[in-house]
């Protein structure tokens, strides 16, 4: 059956059409025409809805599910149906599973939960052995069956060799290895910033010191090595100056930041409401603007939930004692489309994630493979329990007002609408 997307504004810088608002005909999963104005017959399926906007498929590189092995805080069937309503045409998924997703036949596993679905999944494997960092995991093996990074998800490789030889052994089938911004030893047992907000709550502090630390050791590695490194949801502005003066110098470096460390800082604390316990932990208002600078500017290349979920045994507890880790999948676009402009967001969910995974990237054109978001950018609400459609609701932001609308995606030749 024929779609045809009626009145839809195009958001796509490489598209002819970026920024114009016209009709869509689809047909088999391929664009078939582009016009201000377009008929319809009986059969075909009308897309008509209120201030419709659509882009290139939205990527997020950093979701955890719980499958296998925590499958009561989310399963991978689950979660593809949150990231198509979230407005999610691909996702890349974290290795913290139990067991760790270190092996070939781990990989896909992953890959096979997630076959048919209007979803594509993206698996990051682990880059050592069970993530305890102490030898490498098989990662050519784990490439060539659809591992599109490696990383110990929310662990940072303590070993400088390690991560040394790691930078050069990737190197060798232009392998992408992830390397979380923390340092143990300087970190302690801190489970907030370091800062006013700890001192008089009376919770232990982690220095952005610990931040920066791993960071500007990760660039003089990468400096010697010649590899290629992300490093995911940085934090503070020390960190984007960090890596603004590495992308300078030519090494191949890139990073990602979290939506709620855009949006929020640890003046949310005062409650001790464990749903604002993450990793890394949220930072000071002066942080948080630094980082939305680093968007505007291109020093961050990516905007990611960093969803993870949580179940309510492991959240719903004294702060000090709850995990760390939010749900995002739901709020990523409505929450950062209060602080930053359009453009930008979605740049940084479409063109800049996939350049950098090495993944097929698309543009709205006439003839080319349909793979994108239906949104509407200017919807203003609270976000509350009734719009989580993850199994965990461990979300910092209910209660807030966010902004926009996400209406569903079409890729995969599926069409998916809330």
Known sequence: MSTLLKNATIVDASSPYHHQKKDILINNGIIEKISDSISADDTTNIVELENLHISCGWFDTSVSLGEPGFEERETIANGLKVAAKSGFTAIAVNSNTNPVIDSKSDVEYLINKARNSGVTLYPIAALTQKSEGKELAELYDMQQSGAIAFSDYNRPVESDNLMKVALLYAQNFDGLVLSFPKNNSISGEGI???????????????????????????????????????????????????????????????????????????????????????NPPLRTDKDRKALIKGIKSGVIDIITSDHNPIDIEHKKVEFSEAKDGVIGLETLFTATNTVLDLDDLINALTTKPRAIFELETTSIKEDNKVDITLFNPDNNFIFTDKHIASTSKNSPFVGKKLKGEVYGIYANNQLTLK
């Open 192 to 278: 907030v910033n370091e800062g006013i907000n700890s001192t008089k709550l009376g919770l232990k502090g982690t220095p952005t010191l610990a931040e920066h630390i791993q960071i500007a050791r990760d660039l003089f590695l990468l400096e010697y090595t010649g590899g290629k490194l992300h490093i995911p949801t940085i934090s503070t502005a020390k960190s984007v100056d960090l890596i603004k003066e590495a992308k300078k110098k030519g090494l191949r470096v890139t990073c990602s930041v979290s939506a709620h460390h855009l949006t929020l800082t640890d003046d949310e604390l005062h409650g001790f409401d464990s749903r604002f316990k993450t």
